[in-house]
């Protein structure tokens, strides 16, 4: 050990070419909002040129032109670096447009069509005596059969897919873990009208029973699973090491680190999986139309007789040429849009309030 | 209550890599010891085999013999549960439980293990916060997350979780690696008070340490990388930082290594 107990830096020479630091000046505020009025100008001046002006082609045809304006500009003036980030934040913004476009399209149409149609009368009573060409009538018992069924859905198949998640983090190894994975990815790809098959053809043909809810609610269990699988795995993955370390050194012992410790750390993300995965069921028909059989009437008991359900509501309204039945239609789809967005706010309003907090 | 450790004959395993070879040590109940030696010698791995930490890694496994107070830690028999709750262990890296207050994590040994009494709990809490030297820092916010103390302090909240369930024997893995100089000397004021009622390992990279809080001291070194870690040689610590008895203890201790 030397003397000294910080080294000092040696003097540093002059600089002879060029600063370290070299000043950039950057792009003035007002100048991409000028170009962005120059490209729409000179996107409309050359469909005007080629004689085909329409507005949504001004748009698309401006945006490269924009790109291209704000590239040059900025690699004039702040240099390469910012120009290349200028024009991917172009196209990052671009494709983000693109992919929430058609989102608003669908959410505006619905609103456009079903808000008017959506009132309290509607939620509160059914279809029952109310033919496809009449006014009138509500999907009260499509609200109850889709309730009812999403629910025996998701008693069968949270439990099971926390139990088969937590098993393959937990515990699984070798080749039985690697099978339940595999099938599990299989079940992903199922597609939903085999759901409904399966369950058609194993329990209504298979004991000879007649269409329940309850037997709609196995089929979409069946879509439900792998989802609930995969999104508890990826958060249980997330749970570090460390955690179920600690609790095991403190003479925990490994089932109650899993329940006291690594899921609660995971619980936010668990409880939004299982919501998606509700989200993503709740609107299926197709396993719908085998199974839970159609009523126009309110049946609470998912036990015994056909229930209605949204879905099935909106595809049997849909076809129907009467105007009345189109706006059903259109406002049940509003409704299960709703719901959905509904319980994706629970999801994340549990999700944030469960959260590991550091204040 | 503190406990005496015998180790005899301990090769530890990652798979077929033989990480840590044919230790035989004997660690005194009420003392220090500490284990120093280069990184990647496998001081870390030999300190899990004696609480059964280190079978919870996939592939890992133990040969020889452990005994405390002359019961095998490795029977037939022994849960390693219950081998857990005997001796604990600091780990490394601070890692507090992240869902839980300050409070809940000192207790969480205890509430885990079936302990619910509320006037039980909080003096226990008390007494290992105040063991830890950390309970004039947060009595005041006892119900805030553990995870938003500094890092110093996250490591003293782990001390106390770890006494809170008292245990006879306390491994602790480089305690004070993401400590300040203050916080340090805390950690080994509050080790030279836990060792009246406790055993204790600690290992450390830092020589002063290992010189001021241990009674004994165990050097741990490797012949090269992919070879296994040996004990080289082990005695009390003045004797070992004077006179060891070995040249590669003498390198490593005066910084004359590799
Ligand atoms: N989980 C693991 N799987 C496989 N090999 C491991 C694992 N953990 C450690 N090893 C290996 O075992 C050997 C000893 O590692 P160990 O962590 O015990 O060293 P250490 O002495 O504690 O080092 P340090 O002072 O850096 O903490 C090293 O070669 C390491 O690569
Ligand atoms: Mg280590």
Redesign the interface.
Known sequence: MSTTLLPTNEPTREPESRSLLPETRPLPGWMPWALAVAAVGLSVLLLLALGSLNLPLAVVVSVPIFAALVGLASARLEGTRRAKDRIVTVVVYTCFALAILPLLSVLITTIQRGASHLTPYFLTHSQRGIGPRDEGGGIYHGIIGTFEQVGIAALIAVPIGLLVAVYLVEYGRGALARAVTFFVDVMTGVPSIVAGLFVYTAILLGFGTTPKGVWGGLALSILMLPVVVRSTEEMLKLVPNDLREASLALGVPKWKTIVSIVMPTAIGGIVTGVMLSVARVIGETAPLVLTVGATDSINFNAFDGPQASLPLIIYDQAFRSSPYAQDRAWATALTLILLVLILNLVARGIARWKAPKAR | MAKRIDVSGLNVYYGSFRAVEDVNMTIEPRSVTAFIGPSGCGKSTFLRTL?R?HE?I?GARVEGKVTIDGEDLYGQNVDP??V???V??V?Q?P?????MSIYDNVA??LR??GVKKKSQLDGIVETSLKGANLWNEVKDRLD??G??LSGGQQQRL?IA??IA?E?EVLLMDEPCSALDPISTLAIEDQIAALKEQYTIVIVTHNMQQAARVSDTTAFFNIAGSGKPGKLIEMAPTPKMFSTPSEKATEDYISGRFG
């Open positions: 609480n930490m919870v996939p549960v219950a857990r709750r005997t604990g262990m780990f890296r890692n507090p439980f992240p869902t969480a040994g885990l293990n805030r997350p995870a938003g782990c979780r770890a369930v245990p």
